[in-house]
């Protein structure tokens, strides 16, 4: 809804065709704020597993629809349409890189399995293990003492 509304007031008034390309840009710097402030600053998550979603081509085929027809509403359904159809493959060349083999130890691996292995995300089964053992290896600096004092509530 933000690209519709700043796209509007900047093609009604000044026949910018930039609306949500500027919406996402803003987007972007504040998602950018929020993973190294309080995935990084607060829990100590790797900022390279937080994986972010690329809107930049949907934005522009967005704009680039709006400037060649000069109307709004098949702006909103083609252009709409696009941004839907557009954001998966938007997302190839983040991923693209997670997919190179690596040696690690002696054995073949793609950087996201690597990355996986070296930190242990809740819900698989090797995070189940560590739970199960007692270890509390997966948490960061200021979240492992919280953790210690409820784990002492542990009904048998």
């Given at each position: ?5 700043v796209?509007?007031?900047?093609w009604?008034?000044?026949?910018l ?14 998602e ?12 100590y ?9 690329n ?21 909103a ?25 690596v ?9 996201a399995?690597l990355?996986g ?11 189940i ?11 960061g600096k200021d ?14």
């Amino acid at each position: 809804t933000f690209p519709a509304a700043v796209q509007a007031v900047l093609w009604w008034r000044y026949r910018l065709p930039f609306g949500a390309v500027v919406c996402v840009l803003g987007l972007l710097l504040g998602e950018w704020v929020n993973r190294y402030l309080n995935f990084w600053g607060w829990t100590y998550f790797p900022v390279n597993s937080c994986f972010p979603s690329n809107l930049m081509p949907g934005a522009i085929v967005l704009d680039v629809v709006l400037m060649l027809t000069n109307s709004m509403t098949v702006t909103a359904v083609l252009g709409g349409m696009a941004w839907g159809l557009l954001f998966y493959p938007g997302n190839w060349p983040v991923i693209a890189p997670l997919h190179v083999p690596v040696e690690y130890n002696g054995m073949m691996m793609t950087l996201a399995d690597l990355q996986g292995y070296h930190y242990v995300r809740t819900g698989t089964p090797e995070y189940i293990r560590m739970v199960e053992k007692g270890t509390l290896r997966t948490f960061g600096k200021d979240v492992a003492p919280v953790s210690a004092f409820f784990s002492a509530f542990k009904g048998e």
